[in-house]
């Protein structure tokens, strides 16, 4: 289908909803709840009580329901005992303590609340002059005597009617003021992690159409999509490909021509790959340390093959920084993990 849609339907074991952005017939993004209930996720927010620090590093554990803990790299001056609010910023990897931000804030389709974090902002893609205006005047209205809480509109407020934004911001500060009046001294869950589906709806563009009801993953062809993502190998043009393979420590990534060795050949599949490669991390819900074995290619192609990674990088959903070259020519990134791997929630 020609167009975008946007696909919702029940997981098969009932552990939550799975959402697909399927634009013009290929799947672009795909968000599916994990199967386990109790497993700390980016975006809750806990009140937890700060347990053990760690000298010399300014961290310290901090103690969550259900016996789970976090990782909180800025306590220092905090008293051990102390009760706070935190926020879950990424999944933690295997066998470690889940990394939590003492400065939670609260998102929606149309507005980020900030507190702690004072001052009225636009985002910066919305260019229309009158338009900014216009959300300005709705925002301090609707903040009007909030001056600890700071706030930012997104750029899908651009569209939207004045009275849906203003309702999205109103609801946003109440949740924000209620956490943070919170009179409580034991861990606890206050704001539980936003699902797939609620993520589709805040995130997305909106689409020319949506499907929520079971069967929807099979009539889009999102469920033949999902297959292809099990092999590791991405096809790129001109009959080149790349593996993306994940390890204990890192994703590999390597880059291959096909039958042309020429160096004209070795530099498009680069930048094939390049172009390629937010996607394919993004669907297979991989993060962290991502090491790239690009095809042969001279070292004064190097700037012009950063600049492609950074543009195709600064369109996608998830943050990920280009850290540069190892000695032995592999480009090294850094990615945030917002999502747990595809072969964990789908094995």
Known sequence: MKGSVVA?????DGAGDMAALMVNGRLHDLLIDPPESNRLQPGAI?????????????????RLPDGQSGWLREAKGIRPGTALLVQVTTHA????????????IFKSRYAIVTPGA????????????????RLDVIAREVMDGAESLGLVIRSAAAEAEDGAVADDIAEMRALAEQVLADP????????????AATLAWRDWPTPDLVEDRAGSFADHGVLDEIELLHSPREPLSGGAWMSVEPTSALVAVDVNTGGDFSPAAGLKANLAALAALPRALRLRGLGGQIVLDLAPSTKKLRPELEAAARRALRADVVETQVVGWTPLGHLELNRKRERLPLTEVLP
């Open 8 to 12: 919702i339907e029940p997981r098969a």
């Open 46 to 62: 806990y009140r937890g009580i700060l347990d053990r620090p760690v000298k010399g590093a300014g961290a310290a554990t901090v």
């Open 93 to 104: 990897e295997p066998g470690k303590a889940a990394p939590l931000s003492p400065r939670p």
């Open 118 to 133: 004072p001052g009225l902002n636009v985002a910066r893609s919305i260019k229309d002059e009158e338009g900014r205006d």
């Open 184 to 195: 409580g001294t034991e861990p606890e869950l206050l704001v539980d992690a936003p699902g």
